[in-house]
């Protein structure tokens, strides 16, 4: 806006001069390309049949390259949309019970295969638990940020306790959000809802991905010592990048 427009000092609006389109650009604009430009160069206009022709050409040809496995990304990288009992079924329970993962915040082309059991048959999901709101704003991550998210929901250690014991999963992962804003940093509830799970399918294999808890022993230990079977933290990155990729209330020391 501002190269194509100057200052008009000879007329005012509520006391601020107002802007007018820039003669040299007006005359650009004005002397520039037309249509015919973009098009010159073509043939007569295709008539229906050569147009039909054509595009006819184009599909046999992508349906030669499908018949000999030749497509434009290679077979290793595609997968399948996620659908199937199991997948519906964890989508609908998630619905009813305001329940988050990972694996839909993300768009992780796995999930199917990790909700269905995939060749291995064993069935995992990651859960989000504290919301779907973060307080810390890590440059690689896509998840929503504010100061202030929403309360924490009581009923949730319980809530996604009841929804992995209908699922029947082998083996679950609970990560969070940071929750900076909490006294304990969600660590209580964390460790809370591991206990849920364990009381209601004890035979479920249980990995926690946590937070850094700002590296405070004491807000660390109730977590791992709920009754989990797998804890984990991730550092996100080497040490020399830290500063330029994670929040700066994370640094590789503390993690």
Request: with cysteine; glycine share 8%.
């Amino acid at each position: 806006r501002l190269l194509a427009t100057e200052v008009d000092n000879s007329s005012e609006k509520d006391g601020k001069a107002a802007r007018r389109v820039r003669k040299d650009f007006a005359d650009k604009i004005k002397d520039g390309p037309d249509f015919s430009d973009f098009v010159s160069g073509m043939n007569e206009p295709l008539t229906p049949a050569q147009a039909l022709e054509k595009a006819t050409a184009a599909q046999n040809r992508l349906q030669s390259k499908l018949s000999k496995g030749t497509t434009r990304l290679p077979r290793w990288l595609k997968t399948d949309i996620p659908t199937g009992g199991n997948v519906t079924k964890i989508r609908k329970t998630l619905r009813d019970l305001n329940l988050h993962t990972v694996c839909e915040e993300a768009r992780c082309p796995n999930m199917g295969e990790c909700w269905g059991g995939g060749k291995h048959g064993t069935a995992t999901a990651t859960i989000m638990i504290m919301g779907d709101t973060c307080t810390r704003g890590c440059r690689f991550c896509s998840v929503k940020t504010s100061k202030s998210p929403a309360a924490l929901d009581p009923k949730e250690p319980e809530n996604v306790a009841r929804a992995l014991a209908a699922w029947g999963l082998d083996y679950i992962v609970l990560t969070s959000v940071d929750r900076d804003d909490l006294a304990d940093f969600g660590s209580n509830h964390f460790a809370s809802t591991v206990r849920n799970i364990r009381e209601m399918a004890p035979q479920m294999m249980i990995e926690c991905l946590t937070p850094d808890f700002q590296g405070r022993p004491e807000l660390i230990e109730p977590v791992a010592l709920s009754g989990l079977d797998v804890y984990a933290h991730n550092i996100e990155t080497v040490e020399a990048l830290q500063g330029v990729v994670r929040d700066y209330r994370a640094n590789y020391k503390q993690s």
